[in-house]
């Protein structure tokens, strides 16, 4: 029998976790409301895996993996409302992510993963992906907008270029050299090549200057040059990855799967 610890300081989302899994024949050895008594639980039982919220007031799910020690960690299915720490899980091959509020299906589905896994990968190999896991996740936490940017105008297109304020100049972009457009609230990043600019504009705005044929929205943060893209593999609950032609990996979400299959790769 699989035995399990789970970890979430909201009781009911707690409560529901440990209702599937008994119901799924896991045994729970310890429900947690907090990192701290996660980290103590962890340590003192012999658990086959840990259902972690991402974030709990007195202690982050990273920093309970980083207290515990990623090569005794058993397996984690991180459990968040907040999918940006699921963005490039799939280059690691992560056990799974729960974003709440999520069904009976996908919990099914995660604990599923974590079986297989389980059966499948060594301790070594385990340690190995909860430091690779815990090396992306605190490099994922936002990039906030330098300061100076506040003040800074937005771009300004004209046919197929597009102005960008750095460091007090205009640098001109062509369309077609920009490869991906990364959203941060009021912000704007734009990757071309080795390159990235930031400035001030919003999505909806920028994509109405965009040409429609050219670049797709594959997730609220995300706009590709569709000539960038290489390979779209399937990836959790529905959601995809969006491979581009220098090997950036990029979350596709479930709700503009559909539409970009319909429009790209022209299928109903």
Known sequence: MIKAIVADDEAVARR??????????????????????AVARIKASEADIVF????????????????????VMPPVVFVTAH???????????????????YDTERFKQALDRARARLKSSDADARAAEMRSLVALLLSERP?????????????????DRIAVPVNGVLRVVRLGEIDWIETDGNYLRLHAGKANYLFRSTATE??????????????????????????IQPWFAGDAVVILKDGTKL??????????HKRFLKQS
């Open 52 to 71: 972690l919220d991402v974030q709990m007031p007195d202690m982050t799910g990273i920093e309970v993996v980083e207290r515990v020690g990623p090569e």
């Open 206 to 231: 920028f994509e109405r200057q965009l040409d429609p044929v050219g670049f797709a929205r594959i997730h609220r943060r995300y706009i590709v040059n569709l000539d960038r893209v290489v390979e």
């Open 83 to 101: 999918d940006e720490y699921a963005i490039r899980a799939f280059e690691l091959n992560a056990v799974d992510y729960l974003l709440k509020p």
């Open 16 to 37: 529901r976790i440990v209702r599937l899994l008994k119901e799924a024949g896991v045994s729970v050895l310890a429900e947690c409301a907090g990192g701290a008594e």
């Open 143 to 159: 990039e906030r907008p330098p300061e100076a940017a506040a003040d800074a105008p937005p771009a300004s297109f004209e046919g």
């Open 251 to 260: 979350r596709m979400s479930r709700g503009h799967r559909e539409a970009f």
